[in-house]
């Protein structure tokens, strides 16, 4: 049995949605979809999620709601039109459940953002089910809450009940059916609706795939496979086969969009395949995910990922090395402003603390640098704003010898310093960092070298 994901841009449109169709007959194995919300149908168009978005605002402004709302069910209209089911009872059901929505009391706004945006998901999944009904085919809406999915945690960065998992596998479904289910809303056990964070469809279609015990997760997305470099940056790079559970949580982490990291999470814990594939491409074989022990890697490196959403401070004194806790002074003093670190590489007397951007304004950054002056008194004390990672990845770098000196190698030849280099324990692998404006440069080069 197959967990099959569909995103955002295979559900844009009426013609999109007859691709999926067309997925899910061609293969009696797939049984449970898991559905986005729409997404763009064209460059400059917006994410229905994101209409919710204004439709949750402008409720909590108390501002007039109809055009917005109409604007949200047109989209939902326009794909009933392409299959003729303008008059069927789905979107008089879709325009109630909107109008229902802000007429609800919540016990906060972020449960208020929660129930507007996961109705996205919601409403196409109905949608999907009621056109699958009407073509005869035996497939049936199933909410979360049916599947015994509950979550506990924040209404917008939900975490999952692990007793959730055992009520899913508990869950009776015939050979023949078609679950329909939407990704990214769930519901707390006192019957509030939350969303999962970043990737949330993504986690949703994990978590089924996990529970049902599948013995494949596809992940329908509009690439053809997910590919050993940013296309935007590197023209035609080589498209991955296949590649491991850790290979792909290092590239998600330092930029590959095809996955948020944590999205994989519960199918890495029950060692379930990930099949990568394009629904404007079903044919091709996309990317398989697989468990760390299935791949022999016959290359060196798998993967380049890049990303520029880092921030860096380096702090140096001498003989820190020989200070007892002297780290935990400073990760007391991080936990202070409720700011985690990333990466934190080091020498015999000096450090430098790699941070998400996002976690840090002006003000933190003064309290933070206010706070380490008092109780470390660095003898140096630098932020560096101007700061990006890139990951190079590879199961096969443990058996290839001189991999790495090709690459500085050629950073060097190219004139691009590298302030900071980093290697995992696992050794699958290195992490450099360097300036912003070199960034897109230094992935070509990388690419060359190993490529």
């Not at 919540?106 to 999907?128: D, I, K, R, T, V």
């Not at 890697?297 to 004194?317: K, Q, W």
């Not at 704003?385 to 991999?403: K, L, P, R, S």
Request: charged content about 20%; aromatic content about 8%; hydrophobic content about 40%.
């Amino acid at each position: 049995m197959k967990v099959v994901k569909f995103g955002g841009s295979s559900l844009a449109t009426g013609a999109q949605f007859q691709k999926v169709l067309d997925i899910i007959t061609a293969d009696n194995d797939r049984r449970v979809i898991v559905v986005s919300a729409p997404g763009k149908r064209f460059d400059g168009d917006i994410k229905v999620t994101d209409l919710l978005k204004t439709y949750a605002d402008q409720t909590i402004a108390g501002a007039n709601t109809d055009e917005i709302m109409t604007t949200i069910l047109m989209r939902y209209q326009e794909i009933a039109q392409h299959f003729s089911l303008e008059d069927n009872k789905i979107i008089s059901q879709i325009k109630q459940q909107l109008v229902h929505l802000n007429r609800v009391h919540y016990p906060s706004f972020n449960h208020l953002y929660a129930a507007f945006m996961g109705h996205g998901e919601l409403l196409n999944a109905q949608l999907l089910a009621a056109i699958m009904q009407e073509k005869g085919m035996p497939a049936n809406f199933v909410s979360p809450a049916e599947l015994g999915i509950t979550v506990t945690g924040s209404p917008r960065a939900a975490r999952l009940d692990p007793e959730s998992y055992h009520a899913i596998n508990q869950y009776q479904f015939d050979d023949t059916s078609l679950l329909i289910v939407p990704g990214f809303i769930a519901y707390t056990n006192d019957g509030y609706a939350a969303t999962f964070s970043r990737g949330g469809s993504d986690i949703t279609g994990a978590i089924l795939a996990r529970g049902l015990r599948a013995d494949l997760y596809e992940n329908f997305t509009d690439v053809s496979a997910i590919y050993s470099a940013n296309p935007k940056i590197v023209s035609h790079p080589q498209p991955i086969s296949k590649m491991t559970y850790r290979e792909m949580r290092e590239l998600s982490y330092a930029g590959f969009a095809v996955f948020h990291d944590e999205a994989i999470i519960p199918v890495i814990e029950a060692n379930i395949p990930i099949n990568v594939k394009n629904t404007n491409d079903p044919q091709a074989p996309g990317t398989m995910i697989m468990p760390n022990h299935a791949i022999d890697s016959e290359n060196p490196v798998t993967g380049i990922a890049n990303d520029n959403r880092f921030a860096a401070l380096y702090l140096h004194r001498y003989l820190l090395n020989r200070e007892v806790g002297f780290t935990l002074k400073i990760l007391q003093i991080l936990a202070t402003y409720n700011v985690s670190y990333e990466h934190m590489p080091s020498g015999i007397d000096d450090m430098t603390i790699i941070f998400d951007k996002a976690q840090l304004t002006p003000e933190i950054k003064a309290h933070i640098s206010h706070d380490l002056y008092a109780i470390i008194a660095p003898d140096e004390l630098d932020w560096l704003d101007d700061y990006a990672i890139i990951m190079i990845v590879g199961e096969g770098m443990q058996q290839h010898i001189g991999t790495f000196s090709k690459i500085t190698s050629a950073l060097a030849e190219a004139g691009i310093n590298l302030p900071m280099i980093n290697q995992g324990a696992s050794q699958i692998s290195t992490m450099i960092g360097v300036p912003v404006d070199r960034m897109d440069e230094a992935v070509k080069v990388i690419y060359n070298a190993v490529f």
